[in-house]
């Protein structure tokens, strides 16, 4: 089984300021993605950026960008220049490689982002 | 990127009556569908998977007589909550993952929140 790990329920950053989230899972898969999920107080799940495993190269969006450690089993999100919108709940998910499977969620970190 | 839909957004009902949620993928097909519930400030938990055309796969510990899911056609799942009580007070997301292979992505509706008084 796979499982997610979010060991910071609570961060929070100055706004500009730049703030890490830390994800770490366990998988015996060798080929999978891994995700980051943004959920505002609206509570709609907004994706925010992408992993794919067989990538060396980490993932960037604009401010969000990651560090995927993939023998670590590690992949963490970077926000820079945080932005008082980037307050949320934010969730790692992994998914094994193969169509339609299922999520799985880490227990989320609830980010402030501070005037 | 792809949307899915959800409704009712929400709902209060009496306890003892049956609420249906549906979700919709609106502009791309979903031959699965998966269910969460989510407690407040506490991740998503998988209820169950919805596979259209066969049955539902339901996670350990959720009734699948309690939460009756059936995926009618290849862009609407529905889930109905039978015999409601207070306890199935939650908020309920569905998701379907859109895309092939590396492009693949989970889209989630924007969930239901419901109140059994």
């Known amino acids: 089984a796979q499982t997610v790990t979010q060991s910071q329920p609570e961060m929070s950053v100055q706004e500009a300021e730049t703030v890490t989230l830390s994800c770490t899972y366990d998988t015996s898969e060798n080929n999978y993605y891994l995700f980051w999920y943004k959920q505002p107080p609206s509570r709609q799940m907004i994706l925010v950026i992408r992993q794919e495993a067989y990538k060396q190269q980490n993932a960037t969006e604009n401010r969000f960008s990651v560090n995927f450690q993939k023998a670590a089993k590690s992949f963490s999100l970077k926000i820079s220049d945080s932005q008082l919108g980037d307050t949320a709940m934010y969730f790692c998910?992994?998914?094994?490689?193969?169509?339609?499977?299922?999520?799985?969620f880490g227990t989320g970190t609830s980010l402030t982002v501070i005037p | 990127g792809a949307v899915v839909s959800q409704h009712p957004s929400r709902v209060i009902c009496k306890s003892g009556t049956s609420v249906k949620i549906e979700c919709r993928s609106l502009?791309?097909?979903?031959?699965?569908m998966f269910w969460y519930r989510q407690f407040p400030k506490k991740s998503l938990m998988l209820m169950a998977t919805?596979?259209?055309?066969?049955?539902?796969?339901?996670e350990q510990g959720v009734e699948k007589d309690k939460f009756l899911i059936n995926h009618a056609s290849l862009t609407l799942s529905t889930l109905t909550v039978t015999s409601a009580h207070p306890e199935d007070s939650s908020f309920y997301i569905c998701?379907?993952?859109?895309?092939?292979?590396?492009?693949?992505?989970?889209?989630f509706g924007p969930g239901t929140r419901l109140l059994v008084l």
């Open positions: 502009d791309f097909q979903a031959t699965t």
């Open positions: 998701s379907a993952p859109q895309g092939l292979g590396h492009q693949e992505t989970q889209y």
């Open positions: 919805s596979n259209e055309g066969s049955k539902a796969t339901y």
């Open positions: 998910a992994f998914m094994k490689q193969n169509t339609g499977n299922q999520f799985y």
